[in-house]
């Protein structure tokens, strides 16, 4: 009896130690965003594979492992943006392991720094959508009318309407929506730059024309959801049942190459971040501040936001004017 006793302890510790572990993973990585878990994960994986083939050990590495696999890269052509998250997910995984991490040691930082100096890399990055593309998007899910164009309409209004990442836009559920006279005012819970989800207040205006109203559009979407409590943004089978499941980000980006395509347009050069980077692009030259824009989509970083505005603000001024 006591041997039973004993067996069955040492099984329920091995399950209560194995949820204590579940648990810590879960909140270990609580302070990164999903989308930087799974982004990790995939650099990590392609650093092992790298390790394996070169008869490296990946866990722990060195710094000249990492430069080595920093030279790799470079000569197999890929971007130094890359390069750089790759060693951040290196990093990542050997502070998890309470290692020592390779890639912050002063010869890889240099070596980094040396071949930005060196390579003078222009940045890449998807296209802003224009308002003038947005209103034909617009028009055209407003004639097609199913559930599923009905939704992309309000997710494309709403999203570049806010200037939102797409994560956090399909993180919204229907109670964060507050109706006022003037428009909404959505309740953000938590964001990438926001991840002890402090969470903040976003209003967003009716639109000066209906056929790029967000409002509307948002409206016409819970006319065909419904009310009920859950995610705002649902999937859809097909073009006409919905499902009870939240929207993953990753389709924020299928539906924008997939209106953009309605309207016959490459949609090569476009995703999800195109909403974002044509928010910020259009308010500036609607002559929005920096602060107001900030406000609106979130960042926290000035320099950040400049990347989208300095091609704005290079036609702004001109020196020549009334000269040539």
Not at 44 to 71: E, N, Y
Not at 144 to 149: A, D, G, Q, T, W
Not at 197 to 203: E, K, L, S, T, Y
Not at 240 to 247: E, Q, T
Request: glycine fraction near 6%; proline fraction near 4%.
């Amino acid at each position: 009896m006591l041997v039973n006793a004993c067996s069955t302890h040492a099984v329920v510790c091995k399950i209560d130690m194995s949820a204590a572990e579940e648990v810590r993973r879960r909140v270990m990585n609580s302070g990164y965003a999903e989308n930087t878990i799974r982004a990790y994960q995939s650099s990590w994986s392609q650093f092992q594979k790298w390790c394996r083939d070169a008869g490296r050990v990946s866990l722990p590495a060195d710094t000249r492992d990492c430069i080595d696999h920093m030279c790799w890269c470079l000569a197999e052509g890929f971007r130094l943006e890359t390069i750089h998250h790759r060693m951040k997910a290196v990093n990542f995984y050997h502070r998890r392991a309470e290692l020592p991490e390779p890639a912050v040691n002063p010869e890889a930082r240099a070596f980094l720094r040396n071949a930005k100096r060196s390579l003078c890399e222009r940045p890449q990055g998807m296209r802003a959508l224009q308002p003038e593309q947005l209103r034909r998007i617009s028009r055209k899910l407003l004639q097609l009318r199913s559930p599923m164009h009905v939704r992309d309409r309000a997710i494309l209004l709403l999203c570049f309407a806010c200037g939102w990442r797409r994560a956090e836009l399909v993180s919204l559920d229907v109670q964060d929506v507050h109706w006022i006279r003037e428009g909404i005012v959505l309740w953000l819970g938590k964001s990438k730059t926001d991840q002890e989800g402090r969470g903040r207040w976003v209003g967003v205006n009716h639109g000066v024309r209906m056929i790029t109203c967000p409002i509307r559009a948002l409206q016409q979407w819970l006319d065909v959801r419904g009310s009920r409590p859950g995610p705002l943004f649902v999937s859809c089978y097909g073009s006409g049942r919905l499902s009870s499941r939240r929207l993953r980000p990753s389709a924020v980006r299928t539906v924008v190459k997939r209106s953009l395509e309605l309207v016959r347009e490459d949609s090569e050069m476009y995703a999800a971040h195109s909403l974002r980077a044509g928010m910020i692009t259009a308010a500036f030259e609607a002559g929005a501040t920096e602060t107001a824009i900030m406000q609106r989509t979130g960042h926290t970083c000035s320099e950040t936001l400049r990347r989208y505005i300095r091609p704005v603000r290079a036609l702004r001024t001109n020196p020549l004017k009334g000269v040539l």
